[in-house]
């Protein structure tokens, strides 16, 4: 947005007409709801993981035969889940991410409750599983765990700084 638009939305008649409180207000409500959301997804997510291991397994193959069930990848993920292959694999890629770095879910709804605050540009930042999947696989939330790793490891050293610091001028006086 740019900054015409911004101060265009700022002013007190265009919030007050556009109720922008109770849009952002909606908004970051979507985000709450998103993030419970994603974190059932991805729950489901690490239930799928091991029926996946088990469904290419030979002993399970030969289960299904016996019973005339001949399911591909994509008639046991609906018959199993209510998923077809290209949701499975999804919320699997998920799952294995959030396995990897628990804290995805978390990095990713601040990002775009942040982004909302930002400038109200919801499509800016699509909220939801495809939204999430998509940063996962380009790898870019972790590098934002990794950068706030790094904030908090730097933040501790110079706590412990701040206290010799003080230790020492309190020795001197």
């Known amino acids: 947005m740019t900054t ?9 008649e265009i919030k007050t007409t556009l ?9 970051r409500a979507i985000a709450r709801v998103e993030e419970k959301n994603i974190t059932e997804k991805v729950r489901l997510g690490k239930l799928m993981i091991p029926a996946h291991e088990v469904f290419k397994s030979a002993d399970f193959k030969a289960k299904m035969e016996n ?5 591909n990848l994509d008639q046991f993920s609906k018959a199993v ?6 949701q499975f ?8 991410a959030v396995l990897e770095t628990p804290n995805l879910i978390k990095v990713y709804t601040d990002l775009v409750k942040s982004t909302l605050a ?3 540009d919801i499509e800016k930042i699509e909220v939801g599983m495809d939204s999430f999947n998509y940063y996962v696989k ?6 934002v765990v990794k950068a706030r790793q790094s904030e908090e490891s730097s ?16 020795a001197i006086d």
């Open 81 to 86: 889940f209510g998923k077809g292959k290209s």
């Open 118 to 120: 930002e400038d109200n």
């Open 155 to 170: 933040e501790d050293e110079s706590d412990i700084q701040v206290g010799f610091d003080e230790e020492t001028s309190a």
């Open 67 to 71: 019973e005339g069930i001949s399911w």
């Open 138 to 143: 380009h790898g870019e939330l972790e590098e």
């Open 4 to 12: 015409i638009e911004t101060r265009f939305l700022a002013n007190a």
């Open 19 to 27: 109720q922008m409180t109770e849009v952002n207000t909606t908004l």
């Open 89 to 96: 694999y999804k919320y699997i890629q998920c799952a294995k």
